[in-house]
């Protein structure tokens, strides 16, 4: 009796450490903001595996940053290109919604870059419009749209209107800084199913480019980069995964000229 009582205990005892251990995993994996060196380095890595010419394209673009900013100890270390990466981005900031969030949230970018808000849209961003316009960026690149798809009703023309009157007012008192503007990411088909109103997307990303056209900004097509990945939408069909993040990042320092 005495030894099957030992033998009970030790069962527990090991059975509460496992689920410990287990508690402490999931604790880490949802603190996503403080993401280790080695998880952002793999998503790195994800990203690069898709095609031999998106693996060529976005390698030499790295390898190109690398050159141009080399690390602070006087090396170029090929072991962290996302943070040759975070040194380009320092001195911009990204404005936007939930998508923008994941650059800070999967640990890509710091704080002092992004500036995003869950469920954003251009009528709910006057705040960080503000502290965008007291830090004067170099470049400011801005993620709107989905949100403002349902918040506006699908009324391009309303659209246009907000998102150009924010660009002009933001231009006006950073007449130096760049601004660069990223189209809407596609949500899936299931996504649009569920949502028909999604459907928009496409007509809202015509104005985002008519708006980029006439004041001769830079446009990152994000809808290329699902069209060509799919596989990149969380289940959702509108949320991306991490590793959209590393290949649209790519995309926004060339558009910026920071690599240059």
């Known amino acids: 009796m005495v030894k099957n009582k030992k033998l009970f205990v030790t069962f527990i005892f090991f059975v509460a450490l496992l689920l410990i251990t ?38 030499q673009e790295i390898e190109e940053v690398e050159k141009l900013y080399p690390s602070t100890n006087g090396s170029n270390d090929a072991e962290d290109p996302m943070s040759r990466i975070r040194q380009v981005m320092d001195n911009s ?28 849209s251009l009528t709910t961003v006057d705040d960080l419009f503000d502290s965008a316009s007291e830090a004067k960026p170099e470049c400011l690149f801005l993620a709107f749209g989905m949100n403002d798809i349902g918040n506006l009703g699908g009324k ?9 009157e924010k660009i002009d007012t933001f231009m006006k008192s950073n007449p130096k800084t760049k601004v660069v503007l990223l189209t809407i990411v596609p949500p899936s088909e299931n996504a649009i199913s569920e949502k028909p109103i999604l459907k928009n997307y496409d007509e809202y990303n015509k104005v985002i480019l008519e708006i980029a056209s006439k004041k001769k900004l830079q446009v990152v097509d994000t809808v290329k ?17 991490s590793s959209f993040y590393p290949i649209v990042l790519n995309q926004m320092i060339v558009k910026a000229g920071l690599n240059k």
């Open 22 to 59: 287990f508690i402490l995993n999931l604790v880490d994996w949802n603190g996503s903001a403080n993401v280790k060196k080695s998880k952002i380095d793999k998503e790195l890595k994800v990203a690069l595996e898709y095609s031999p010419k998106d693996i060529a394209d976005l390698q």
């Open 156 to 164: 391009t023309k309303d659209f246009k209107k907000i998102y150009t």
């Open 225 to 241: 980069i699902l069209k060509d990945h799919p596989d990149l939408h969380e289940p959702d069909g509108i949320h991306v995964r």
């Open 93 to 120: 900031i990204i404005i936007g919604d939930s998508i923008t969030e994941g650059f800070k949230a999967y640990g890509f970018l710091d704080d002092n870059v992004v500036y995003s808000k869950i469920g954003a």
